[in-house]
């Protein structure tokens, strides 16, 4: 036999039943995003590797170890798998011009690449929503942002403050980052002793991130380290309270955490994260914030710009650990077919039905015709259908075929094959008993 070929390991295979979950949170989103304005957008997967130097920063996790880089075979083009969203989003609004017309607030879904140590919640294949709104300046549209994160929590049953919870910092502008930098660089220089490998190579190219370490051994040094917060000046702290009061008056809770940086370079102002306590090590669900300097630093037009990711994988996860279930996907009939039964008459009746609107699922024949009865009646009520479509010999000789109630104790009934379109609606009505 020839050998099995195997998916690349930390990507992973999304079959049924378990692809039902994530066509149900795609909907969801997609709902989401109607309800607020978001457009989609989709941009390839593949970018020039220069986009994510330029955009992430340099001195990254996502940069320096994280990214599916390799040449084209061909012309020996640098590119990479996308890590992650909004570069590739900032370059195709920049490419077209799209905010010529004014601003925009558009969203995606799908594929990220980063190389990592593959555990639960970490992939080297992963799924994000993003949402990028470009072109406004406002508080209000970083609130919004927010809330409609929480919003997406709340559709899919998630209790904030219990399952999930929110996290809000400011990082400011540049200039207020600069004095704030010197200070920290102080404070991490006293401390050398207790700095690892990462943070010391970090000290002088980029002190902020390693606030973000999750080293335990560091939490204390950064824990005491000068709050960024405290060097904000007067423009920026009205940013951020006029974000807070919104949540505030809304009624979404958070806490500001003066440690939370977020993992790329351009972000400045309002950041958050949407964390988790039910998924060990990977607890970050959700993180966005405002990249102002970003579609400028892309070679755009300059413009400000807010946004968020979310991965898809964890969301998932934290939604099976707390026992949260997509709505039934049953189809709403059954079609049982006895052996003998010529297959257009049942395959006409069907199809009319579907016409109507009605989910149906055909149990396919074998090379020597139909299953069993028996066993087409099991395979009936493992589908989860309310009804079964009985195409017997007896009824079809008739011009009739029997539905019969699964789920609830109704009759038995006979209903003509001619002018199904008479009776689908009283199957339809079925769904919402
Ligand atoms: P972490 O600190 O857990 O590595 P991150 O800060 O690198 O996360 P972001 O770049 O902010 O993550 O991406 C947004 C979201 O995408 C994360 O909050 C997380 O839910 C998800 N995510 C990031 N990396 C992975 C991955 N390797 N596998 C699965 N989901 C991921
Ligand atoms: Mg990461």
Not at 151 to 163: F, H, P
Request: proline share 5%.
């Amino acid at each position: 036999m020839a050998e099995t070929l195997k998916a690349i390991k930390g990507m992973n295979d999304i079959l049924p039943p378990e692809s039902a979950r994530w066509e149900w949170l795609e909907d969801t989103v997609r709902k989401l995003m109607r309800r607020y304005g978001y457009q989609n957008m989709r941009t390839p997967i593949v970018e020039p590797t220069a986009l994510f130097v330029r955009g992430l920063g340099e001195v990254t996790d996502i940069v320096e170890k994280e990214m599916y880089s390799f040449e084209d075979s061909l012309n020996g083009d640098k590119l990479t798998l996308r890590p992650e969203g909004t570069a590739g989003a900032v370059r195709a609004v920049n490419e077209h011009t799209f905010l010529y017309e004014g601003g925009k607030r558009l969203f995606y879904i799908g594929q990220m690449f980063r190389h990592e140590r593959p555990q639960k919640g970490r992939y080297r294949q992963f799924h994000q929503v993003g949402a990028e709104v470009m072109g406004f300046a406002g508080p209000d549209v970083d609130a919004e942002l927010i809330l409609m994160t929480a919003a997406l929590w709340r559709d899919l049953g998630l209790t904030i403050g219990q399952d999930i919870t929110l996290q809000i910092n400011s990082l400011g502008q540049p200039d207020e980052r600069k004095a704030h930098r010197e200070a920290l660089i102080k404070h991490l220089e006293a401390h050398a002793d207790l700095l690892d490998d990462e943070a010391k190579r970090r000290l002088h190219s980029n002190p902020l991130r390693i606030l973000d370490t999750k080293n335990p051994a560091m939490q204390a040094v950064v824990e005491s380290a000068p709050k960024l917060l405290d060097y904000l000046g007067e423009a920026s702290l009205a940013h951020f309270n006029a974000v807070k009061q919104v949540l505030d008056a809304v009624g979404v809770a958070y806490s500001v955490n003066t440690r939370l940086v977020r993992g790329m370079d351009y972000y400045n102002l309002t950041v958050f994260e949407w964390v988790t306590d039910k998924l060990g090590a990977q607890g970050t669900v959700c993180g966005g914030g405002r990249y102002d300097g970003l579609i400028e630093q892309l070679g755009g037009k300059p413009a400000p710009a807010v946004g968020w990711g979310l991965g898809m994988e964890r969301l998932l996860l934290l939604l099976d650990e707390v026992g949260i279930k997509p709505p039934s996907t049953a189809p709403d009939a059954f079609a049982v077919v006895f052996a003998g039964t010529p297959l257009s008459t049942v395959l006409v009746a069907i199809e009319g039905l579907r016409q109507q609107g009605l989910d149906i699922v055909l149990n396919p024949a074998g090379k020597d015709g139909p299953a069993s009865p028996k066993s087409q009646f099991k395979k009936a009520d493992a589908s989860g259908a309310r009804f079964a479509l009985v195409f017997g010999p007896d009824e079809v000789a008739q011009g009739q075929v029997s539905v019969k109630p699964l789920r609830d104790h109704g009759e038995q009934v006979l209903q003509p094959l001619n002018g199904v379109a008479d009776w689908a609606a009283s199957l339809l009505a079925a769904r919402k008993s």
